[in-house]
Nanobody, 114 residues
Framework: QRQLVESGGGLVQPGESLRLSCATSGVPFSINAMGWYRQAPGKERELVARITSRGAADYADSVKGRFFISRDDGKKSVALQMNNLKPEDTAVYYC????????WGQGTQVTVSS
């Protein structure tokens, strides 16, 4: 059974950092590109960072230079280091394959507020 479990969110002030983690099971991890997505209230879910099976990463323009995605194929996990957080980064963050499976994890809430 496929599972995607996100963790690491929280409430932080602008300029602070968070590191999100995603543990997977039932996913053929090493051969898939993985992504971090987010959904803010009233908005569509969007891809913010993607990492290929070979470790090449790319980012949405809104997070480029602040967010960094990494993967650990041995642990079947993917992480998102988020620096210099801004209020507009507030959202529920999800990991999934890229392109995504139809089922999603519960996500982890990130709130950036002073």
């Amino acid at each position: 059974q496929r599972q995607l479990v996100e963790s690491g969110g929280g409430l932080v002030q602008p300029g602070e950092s968070l590191r999100l983690s995603c543990a997977t099971s039932g996913v053929p991890f090493s051969i898939n590109a993985m992504g971090w997505y987010r959904q803010a209230p009233g908005k569509e879910r969007e891809l913010v960072a993607r990492i290929t099976s070979r470790g090449a990463a790319d980012y949405a323009d809104s997070v480029k230079g602040r967010f960094f995605i990494s993967r650990d194929d041995g642990k079947k996990s993917v992480a998102l280091q988020m620096n210099n957080l801004k209020p507009e980064d507030t959202a529920v963050y999800y990991c999934n394959r890229n392109p995504p499976y139809s089922t999603w994890g519960q996500g982890t809430q990130v709130t950036v507020s002073s």
